[in-house]
Structure formats: C-alpha cells, structure tokens
C-alpha cells in the first residue's frame, strides 16, 4: 500500500524562525507532489506542485523540494508568521493530479 | 476569485438514516472528485468524475455510497443508511485540464 509520511505531526515555533517540514513517500513511480495548506474546519489551498521532471518550486516565502530517488520531499517557510499557522498536507499522484494519496499532516502554530 | 461551492456546511444524522451532500465545482472545470477525510488523517478519494461520467470509483463503499453528476456539473454524494464510522469531512473539489485542485470548504458530518 502507497504511504506518505509527514514529520513532525506537530510543530511550535516563534515568529521569525525559518522551517522545515518533511514528507516521505514510499512510491517510487509518483509523477506530481503538492503541497497543501489546510485551516481549522476549511478545505484545502494548494501552495506547490512539483512535476515529475522538476526538482523544486517556489512561492514567496515557501520553498518545496523533491527527491524522487530517495522518496522525500521538504517544504521550507522563510521567516515564518502567526499567519501561517495551520496544518499543512503533503500528496503525491501517479499522473492523475486528482487521484492524490495524502500525509496526515503536520500541524504547524506559530507564536507572536 | 473563483470557489467550489458545498453545502450544507455541518449535517448531523441518526445512524441508518439517508444524508446527502452537494457540490458546485469552479465554472468550466470538467474533473470532480469527492475525498472523505477522517479527522486527524488526510483525504481519501471515493470518487472522480470526468464531466458526467465516473473516472474512478474504487474506494467508493457502493453498497452505501452513491454519487452522480447527472449534468456534467453539479454533484451530489448521498450516504444510506449512514454508519457511525461515516463521520467526517467530506470535501469536494475541481480541476480544469489538469491543474491543481481547488477545494471547497467541505462538510462536517457526524453520525449519532
């Protein structure tokens, strides 16, 4: 079965910090992998997706890498903000961008 | 900009009565997906709809679950007779030609 670890599960940081969240994949053949942003009790926003042939987007201040051969992805958060608390998802697919397989997420709270 | 609209926001129901959920995906995005996701989990996919037909239905529980898109737009997810592991946030989303999902704000339904 197709698995997708993200550590850690939970994450306190102050304002300002820069971070990193990690996912890990246990499909070799994923074709996209997303990054997702997720409010208390609200749907899900796409932050970034890295096609298969690329190695990593960038969106102001979020940088997300991917290592297909080693199954891992990262999601990196420059100077980070109260604003940006929530839980954040990493998915991948295998060529269906809407058939994704998702972490459990990694619930991010940031501190003023 | 644009959202996918889901209503009701929070249903709750008796265990083996008959709940449904409806979806308007973003105007023009052909691809619909209906995800279940559990608290504290990430979403699962129950269904792709490609227009008005079903694309994936695999993890769909059928002898409960139904779905349909009878017009190529709107979406309908009904659940009978609902179970008390049925409670979750059922999400929907859309998706134009491939491009990153856009996701509704999902609703929360608890089975008592």
């Known amino acids: 079965k197709q698995e997708v670890t993200q550590i850690p599960a939970a994450l306190s940081v102050p304002e300002g910090e820069n971070l990193v969240l990690n996912c890990s994949f246990t499909?070799?053949?994923?074709?996209?992998l997303q990054w997702f942003r997720q409010d208390p009790g609200k749907g899900l926003t796409s932050l970034l997706l890295?096609?298969?042939?690329?190695r990593e987007q960038t969106s102001g201040r979020l940088n997300a890498s991917l290592d297909k051969s080693s199954g891992r992805s990262t999601l990196y958060i420059a100077a980070s903000q109260p604003g940006d608390s929530a839980t954040y998802l990493c998915?991948?697919?295998?060529?269906?961008?809407?058939?994704?397989?998702f972490g459990k997420g990694t619930k991010l709270s940031v501190k003023p | 900009e644009a959202e996918v609209a889901q209503s009701p926001r929070y249903k709750i129901t008796e265990k083996s009565q008959a709940v449904a959920f409806w979806c308007d995906p973003i105007?023009?995005?052909?691809?619909l997906y209906w995800y279940r996701q559990i608290l504290g989990q990430g979403p699962e996919l129950l269904v792709q709809?490609?227009?008005?037909?079903?694309?994936?239905d695999s993890q769909l529980p059928k002898d409960r679950f139904s779905a349909e898109r009878l017009k190529g737009v709107d979406s309908t997810l009904k659940i009978q007779p609902a179970e008390l592991g049925d409670s979750a946030m059922y999400l929907c989303?859309?998706?134009?030609?491939?491009?990153?999902?856009?996701f509704g704000n999902g609703t929360r339904l608890t089975v008592t």
């Open positions: 989303a859309s998706s134009f030609n491939n491009s990153p999902l856009h």
């Open positions: 709809f490609q227009d008005e037909s079903v694309v994936d």
């Open positions: 105007s023009g995005h052909a691809t």
């Open positions: 890295i096609q298969s042939s690329q």
């Open positions: 499909d070799s053949a994923i074709y996209n």
């Open positions: 998915a991948h697919d295998r060529g269906s961008q809407g058939n994704l397989i």
